[in-house]
């Protein structure tokens, strides 16, 4: 993941970035744990994409179209 990719993330969790200084802000649980939910979607995604790339041959598609629906589908589990 890129620096913009993540702070689009946090922005997106409603987080606001001090990027140029050396301070750490307090953050709500809520907001913390709504960023870790995106960077792991975004992680999940990441890596299911990978698993159709690298799956692409006739005879290994299915697997790679099961690992990436396997993947995908541990961000549904509470």
């Known amino acids: 993941m890129t620096k913009d990719e993540i702070i689009r993330m946090a922005h997106d ?26 960077v792991a979607a975004a992680e ?3 890596c299911a994409k990978v698993c159709l790339s690298e799956w692409s041959t ?13 993947i995908r589908a541990r961000g549904e589990k509470a």
Do not use: C, S
């Open 13 to 38: 969790a409603g987080l606001h970035l001090a990027t140029d200084v050396n301070w750490m802000p307090i953050v709500g649980f809520e907001y913390a744990q709504k960023f870790a939910n995106l």
């Open 44 to 46: 999940r995604e990441a």
């Open 58 to 70: 006739l005879e290994q598609m299915d697997a790679g179209g099961v690992f990436a629906a396997a």
